[in-house]
């Protein structure tokens, strides 16, 4: 029978034309050859936390409990910064003590971090550029086979967190955020939640609003995709429950010329 | 022991950079812990329908009995089109009803095709654009632990099915196909089967033959690439049965200036 | 329980687009159901089967006994070439018989090389164009089931092997090496290991010496990447052991126009 906690899902900046994801994938299988690897993505930007942040972020709450992530994206390998360990009710985090988990640590069943410090958990030799291979992969092959993650290292309350942009109101009646990820569709994704414009309408006892970015505005959501002509744009709430804004059958960051970090601004 | 139909093989055009594979296998893992999930590609082109259709085309049959086919390019996704499943004597198929499983359909084993429209098998919420997530991938994991597929909704037979491209012959003599799919080398595959040429053969009585496309004629199959010299083109039957218009250790989309459509004919 | 043999590693040029890996994934488990499918990369430039031998150099080491590696990359397919079968104390390499399997051969462990030429193991039609699932899958998949390797055809010792670069000493005092592969990052890994500086250290009695490449010269090895300043270059001990001149956060492929061959030259 499988163990329970043999799912390993990885989400790295890795790319997939080298021996980096070779290795760890090789090294967690010699210790757990029961180890169940998933391929999240190993296509994060390289050293960009905030889309392995974002990436994590949207896909955790799909794994089943005691699923353990190891996430990846480490500009400062090898240097004074720690690996950690995210412990929530359910599943368990791997990553750079670099702000990774940012949004792992506002899960309301985050529980708390463990700095790994137990090295026998490492590889024999650690070298300084390739942490996901000599720490972090071995450390979830442990933990996959049940190993204590308290027996990992020390718990820690100082671990590195960013603040994960949130919408602001401006008045009583406008709500604004920004584009947050732009998918490979060029869809790009805002951190404006459905949620926010249904409490935004309650409060302002409005139903009726215009969303603005860029030149462009929009007076209503689109309920799909295709329910606007191909090459016309929209907005849709998408699967996470966030507006989107798209182009139907093509690029909306090419179309529009939109980039991370684009306003966009709810007025009821 | 490994459940019988807990093959769960994927087919999309969702990338490898994003959130949508991710979350796909952590739902099916949710579902199903022991999914045995395979990466056949994410890679079709964005919104290609008939890219989708022939990869997937080319790869099933080479699965086992009861592997389960995760298969998804969705222009149409939260639409009115339908979320549909395709039954062979072997094998599952889940795709949306927009023509992606036209090879299916031509299967002699080919039996039926059920609209999933069994909600309680969906997760519990269902967006506009994430179906693969939200039906399919659930649909799968439930499927995978054995629950019978009539239970995932009614049979239909107005699904959308489009003509694969078949070659045609031009009076007694020719036979004219298209290139139907370029791989990543380059290589133009056409629609031409080896049988084909086999059967004009025969009805003709003549056994010499010239294939003809664009400016470019070839008077003989090459019997494999490396038997032209490096940078000079040929034809060779591919690994499917079908003539492939290659250059040896280059492209021969750019070196031929081929592409999708490209007419090729035989003169016997 | 998982059989002993039952991991096969991936190793190849056929990209993720198309329908190769999703083909020869198909057969393995057609034989093998339990097989465990590892991709360790399909990204090796195509028909390079110097990074092929290379990537597969760096990674298989991490992998447990009994792993099978399907390694392919193979502008000779259908021609006379053989398909092989390296066996080392604890693995075992299927690829085409063209110097892919180098680097195995180097290794202390290495036992002997097996011409596969038992054909009731490929599928039942071989094509010219395809042998990894024609040939090399079917193989992968029967090993894996734990069919004796000796089984599988004769063994030879005229198989082709490349030699892998070695650095050179220049007189008493200098080492020369050159840039063998260049990863994703842009980081430019040598040839020159760790150890061969400290063997030149002893032998020369001296411990302060000049890495020069291009018009560049460094001093000292940097601790780890971040130990520079962002946009700066350094050279640090890789994660194999080996010399590796980056720029930190940056590409230093592009930044320093650097390539495959580039000599490095330490003077003591």
Same mark, same amino acid.
Request: proline share 17%.
């Given at each position: 029978m499988d163990l329970p906690k043999n799912i390993i899902a990885l989400t790295t900046d890795f790319g997939t034309s080298d021996y980096f994801v070779g290795s760890i994938k090789g090294v967690m299988l010699g210790i757990n050859p029961n180890a169940k690897i998933i391929d999240v993505t190993h296509d994060i930007p390289s050293h960009d936390i905030w889309s392995a942040a974002y990436i994590l972020g949207m896909t955790y709450k799909y794994f089943p409990q005691y699923s353990i992530h190891l996430a990846v994206a480490d %500009? /400062? @390998? /090898?240097?004074?910064r720690r690996a950690i360990m995210a412990i929530t009710d359910k599943q368990y985090f791997l990553a750079p003590d670099n702000g990774l988990l940012s949004f792992i640590f506002e899960d309301p069943d985050f529980s708390r971090v463990i700095h790994i410090n137990a090295e026998h958990y490492y590889l024999p030799v650690v070298g300084s550029t390739f942490h996901a291979r000599d720490i972090f992969a071995p450390v979830a092959g442990w933990l996959s086979k049940g @190993? &204590? %993650? &308290?027996?990992?290292g020390d718990e820690i309350t100082d671990y590195v967190r960013f603040a994960v942009p949130k919408p602001k109101k401006e008045g009583e009646t406008v709500l604004s955020g920004e584009v947050v990820y732009i998918d490979k569709f060029g869809n790009c994704i805002t951190n404006l939640h459905f949620e926010d414009i249904r409490t935004m309408a309650e409060s302002t006892g409005s139903g009726s609003y215009s969303i603005a970015f860029k030149e462009t505005a929009v007076d209503k959501l689109s309920p799909f995709y295709a329910s606007v002509k191909k090459g016309e744009h929209g907005i849709v709430v998408n699967g996470n429950g966030y507006l989107e804004i798209f182009v139907n059958q093509s690029d909306a960051r090419r179309v529009l010329a939109l980039k991370r970090g684009e306003k966009i601004r709810i007025t009821f």
């Open positions: %500009p /400062g @390998v /090898g240097s004074a @190993v &204590e %993650p &308290e027996k990992m």
